[in-house]
């Protein structure tokens, strides 16, 4: 009796399995984990990345910079990519601006182009690899 609840079972599941796949394109390994996960009576939550808090950050420790004032969704993507790629968790983040704001003076102030052009350093700049890079490896630091 077992065995045949078991094999109706089974049958039950290939079949959604299989329904899941033609719907909606999912191959067999996500359509499983989608049954399992729905099965089991849990809602997967996906670990928001919390923007306000990174911003905030940067506003703490770089106050005389310019302020972000529309986080938009370029720029929102371009912060969750440079914290994934440097693994920078919020801590690391800090410690980041903390090195800006001692090593790397010029960052933090207007000075003067090759042009002739004031420039300030803003948001976008400090969440590139380019700053990233020069701040790490020390290029852009006062002499040190």
């Keep these: ?8 079972i089974s049958k039950e599941v290939d079949e959604l399995v299989r329904n899941l796949m033609e719907s909606e394109s999912r191959s067999y390994s996500n359509a499983v984990e989608f ?7 849990k809602e997967v939550k996906k670990v928001k990345f919390d923007y306000k808090s990174y911003v905030d950050l940067y506003h703490e420790k770089l106050p005389n910079n310019t302020r972000v004032g529309t986080l938009t969704d370029s720029r929102k993507t371009k912060l969750r990519n440079f914290v994934k790629k440097h693994k920078l968790t919020i801590e690391r983040f800090s410690i980041y601006l903390d090195a800006i704001n001692h090593h ?5 102030q207007a000075y003067q182009t090759n042009q002739g052009n004031t ?9 590139s690899d380019r700053c990233y890079a020069e701040v790490k490896d020390a290029v852009a630091t006062n002499g040190e």
């Design 104 to 108: 790397c003076q010029w960052m933090t």
């Design 1 to 8: 009796m077992k065995i045949n609840k078991a094999i109706t």
């Design 119 to 127: 420039r300030v350093c803003k948001f976008d700049y400090f969440i």
């Design 35 to 41: 049954l399992i996960k729905k099965g089991s009576g």
